[in-house]
Structures are given as structure tokens and as C-alpha cells.
């Protein structure tokens, strides 16, 4: 697993545990926290800590997802499915684009609890999970996540789409208010093999709806060609 902009992979235990042993073993690779690289160079990270061998589904988060895509699509032997969730190949909000200049100067780690709920975890938010975020974003140094957000609207990832050849599975969140429906829509028609699913929830959708991604994410495994399967 490929986290979201935080890139600490310290949101992700609902959904693990969700998972309920279902394959042999899973992984967040998380990024540094305190130095900020670009796509290209976590790629490479990513690159380093994939298995040598033994085959994998690769999920890619939101700021991750064009990662996620530029692996795929250099066609490693052992990948067996692509996982997409509520990410793009390319930023689709212009207004945000608009917003760039403002990210020298964005209060990170400061943002308001009210808009961390209503732009990332939803109306239904609880306090646990909103304070979790908040602690979450305050372990990354305020450059990196101002950078990774600038890196975020700029990131172009279209080209990889026509050399990816896995079955691959995009979780849509219903009540997504940071990534638009059509970024999904896009990388459904774009990929040869793409099968998206909508789920209620908002832009972080695998801390808000766990249960029901995971099970999203096995039926997709199970479903993978027997060469492929790994669930």
C-alpha cells in the first residue's frame, strides 16, 4: 500500500485489520517524514521496497495514485492487480490548481478541525478519527506536506495509462469533496481493464469506510486470473 499525502501509513489500521488476513501479508511503505521527495523520486523509494518475487496487488492512495500508475505501467513480472483509491493520473480541480501559490504559506499543521472533517473525512467524522488525522499531519514536517500538495496539483501521470496491463480496481468515494467523480471516470474508460466501485464515503474512504473497502479489495483479488491470484 501506497499511503495518501501524510505518507506515514499511520491511518491505515481499520482497513488492515479490515482486510482479516485475507492475503499472505500486507505493507504501507511509508515516506519520509521529515524530507520531502517528489514523484519520480518515490517511485524510485517504492521501487526499492516492492517484492524481489513474490506477486503482489499494489493499492495506490489519493497523492499516491500517480505512483502507483507509473509502476504498473512499467509492467513488473510479479504485479498481479492495480488498486486505485480516490486518486487521479492528473489533478482535476482547476480551482485548487488556482489555490498553488497559496501552499508556501497553507497552515498545515494548524488547519482547522472543521474543514479536516468536511474536506477529507466526511460529515459522519467522529472526534477520534478526526484528532487522528490532525496528529497524523503534525508528524510531517509543515515543508513536506506544503511540497507533497504543490507535487499533487502539478503531477501529470496520463502517460503511463496505455502501457498498464493488470486488472485494476478504482474505490470511488460517493461523498469525495477533494478528488472529483470525473478523475475516476477518466481512469476507468483510460485503463484497458478497470473495474470502479463507488462507496459511500468521503476522500479518505479507506479510514471512513474499511469494512467496506476491503471487501472491495478481496472480491477484486479473487477475481484476479488464476496466474494472477493471490487471495
Known sequence: MLPGLDGTG??????????????SSTRV???????????AALEAFVRDALPAEDPFVLLGESFSGPIALAIAASQPANLAGLV???TFARFPTRVLSALSPLLPIAPVHHAPRALLRW???????????????????????????????????????????DRIRVPTLYLRGRRDRLV?????????????????????????????????????VIDFARRLPASRRIA
Open 84 to 86: 486505485l483509491s480516490t
Open 180 to 216: 472529483s467523480r470525473a478523475a475516476g471516470e477518466s481512469l476507468r474508460t483510460s485503463l484497458p481493464d478497470c473495474t470502479l466501485v463507488d462507496i459511500a464515503g468521503p476522500h479518505l474512504l479507506l479510514q471512513a469506510a474499511p469494512q467496506a473497502c476491503a471487501r472491495a
Open 119 to 161: 474536506w477529507l473525512l466526511g460529515d459522519d467524522a467522529t472526534p477520534a478519527q478526526i484528532h487522528a488525522l490532525s496528529t497524523t499531519l503534525q508528524r510531517v514536517a509543515p515543508t513536506v506536506l506544503r511540497r507533497r500538495s504543490h507535487a499533487a496539483l502539478r503531477v501529470d501521470a496520463s502517460a503511463h495509462l
Open 29 to 39: 511503505i511509508a515516506y519520509p517524514t521529515d524530507r520531502f521527495l517528489d514523484h
Open 10 to 23: 499511520a491511518l491505515h489500521g481499520d482497513f488492515l485489520v479490515a482486510l482479516d488476513g485475507a492475503f
